[in-house]
T-cell receptor, first 108, second 113 residues
Framework: AQRVTQPEKLLSVFKGAPVELKCNYSYSGSPELFWYVQYSRQRLQLLLRHISRESIKGFTADLNKGETSFHLKKPFAQEEDSAMYYCALSPGDDKIIFGKGTRLHILP | KAGVTQTPRYLIKTRGQQVTLSCSPISGHRSVSWYQQTPGQGLQFLFEYFSETQRNKGNFPGRFSGRQFSNSRSEMNVSTLELGDSALYLC????????????FGPGTRLTVL
């Protein structure tokens, strides 16, 4: 079964500390993976996708096929990073499966 | 460009009633997807439409249905509402396949009493 697991419901990190939001997926093929973010009172929006291999707002995510993971990382957390983060997987059939999300809280 | 719009923004219904939600995608976008968001289950895929055809469907009962019009606007219908249908219903549009970047609407908050 195709599944996305985000093991942490809430992650609290001090400003300036490194951030790592975990995402594990279950899929036998080569999925396309995404991170979406929802800031307070704003719409859900795409943060980055693994195929682009880019850094957005200082965040990067590396696909590890061996560990079936796609963790989101940032070396130095900023207060404006506080938001809800969703990892998502597309198995290639134009469907997207979301994880349950992790709320990132940056402490001052 | 105007973003994805959803109407109404808030809705209160009682058990057994039916409801229709509307989504207008970004101009030029042909794919519209619907999601149900709840605190317990997170974001769950309902269905996706492209050029008036349903291409994908999630694991929801037949009470949940949708359609897309020739102008790409989409509607979602839920019949015989249950308390558990209370949720935020999100619509997202993308240019072609839904795996492209999806742009989300603000959602419709449905409360079933």
């Amino acid at each position: 079964a195709q599944r996305v697991t985000q093991p942490e419901k809430l992650l609290s990190v001090f400003k300036g500390a490194p951030v790592e939001l975990k995402c594990n997926y279950s899929y036998s093929g080569s999925p396309e993976l995404f991170w979406y973010v929802q800031y307070s009172r704003q719409r859900l929006q795409l943060l980055l996708r693994h195929i682009s291999r880019e850094s957005i707002k200082g965040f990067t995510a590396d696909l590890n096929k061996g560990e079936t993971s796609f963790h989101l990382k940032k070396p130095f957390a900023q207060e404006e990073d506080s938001a809800m983060y969703y990892c998502a997987l597309s198995p290639g059939d134009d469907k997207i499966i979301f994880g349950k999300g992790t709320r990132l809280h940056i402490l001052p | 460009k105007a973003g994805v719009t959803q109407t109404p923004r808030y809705l209160i219904k009682t058990r057994g009633q039916q409801v229709t939600l509307s989504c207008s995608p970004i101009s030029g976008h042909r794919s519209v997807s619907w999601y149900q968001q709840t605190p317990g289950q997170g974001l769950q895929f309902l269905f996706e439409y492209f050029s008036e055809t349903q291409r994908n469907k999630g694991n929801f009962p037949g009470r949940f249905s949708g359609r897309q019009f020739s102008n790409s606007r989409s509607e979602m219908n839920v019949s015989t509402l249950e308390l558990g249908d209370s949720a935020l219903y999100l619509c997202a549009s993308s240019l072609s396949a839904s795996v492209n970047e999806q742009f989300f609407g603000p959602g419709t908050r449905l409360t079933v009493l």
